[in-house]
């Protein structure tokens, strides 16, 4: 009973943090013809007079003005302000993502091939990991509320929630357009050639069928954490199935 409570009010909480999108009242959102003169304006006070109304100086994240910047999955989501989403961007070499991640929220392991980045939590705390290269040694930390860390340029790193409380982090980047490259998800899209060496070695052998498996369990960004914070939350993930079973 008093789970039930406590998931239904988990619950509740967690939609609070679902971004609306807002159309029709943003004419500069993704708008390529806006983009291309904001390119190709000679300074910054040309590219200002392309945007002549001070609503497009602003962007809200809880009410993104398109679906696609929005990456959601069964842990909470990330909402990105990238050039195309928000082409005030173009000319300041600067981006911004926040992460609303639900209890045990889990952002996949990833890179951002065009931008180091700088993480604070604003809200909860986050566990956080991170490697530069190989042969470097990984470096994990808990960011409490208004702590930061950096993840270099290209460095593989995930962060989660391990609260059964909504937490929120902001991301800023040192380019209008960061990219984001998740790991497993890229690694696993691979042709099955070139998916199966990487896992099978000597007498160990991965075939087709696995990788196929693998494809399909995978979740979506942002996922759901690991098993101790969802029994701790009381939250279900959908059955395991073990690899021998499929
Ligand atoms: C895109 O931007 C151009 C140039 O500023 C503007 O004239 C046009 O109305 C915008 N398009 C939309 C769909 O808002
Ligand atoms: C592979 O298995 C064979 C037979 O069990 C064993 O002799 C051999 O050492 C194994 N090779 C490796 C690299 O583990």
Redesign the pocket.
Known sequence: MISTFLVSILATTASDFNPVVRRNDD?TAN?Q??IS?LITAATAVDRQA?MPDDAQYVYDFQHPPVEDVITKGLGGMTVKADRKAFPLLIGNGVSMTVGFLGPCGFNTPHVHPRSAEINIAVQGHFATEYTLENGARSILNTLEQYQMTVFPQGALHAEWNPDCTNAVFVAGFASEDPGVQQAAQTLLGFSEEFVSPVFGSNNITFDGKDVDTFRAILPKNVALGIDTCLAKCGIQKSAKQALVEV
């Open positions: 004419s708008n013809t806006l003169q392309l």
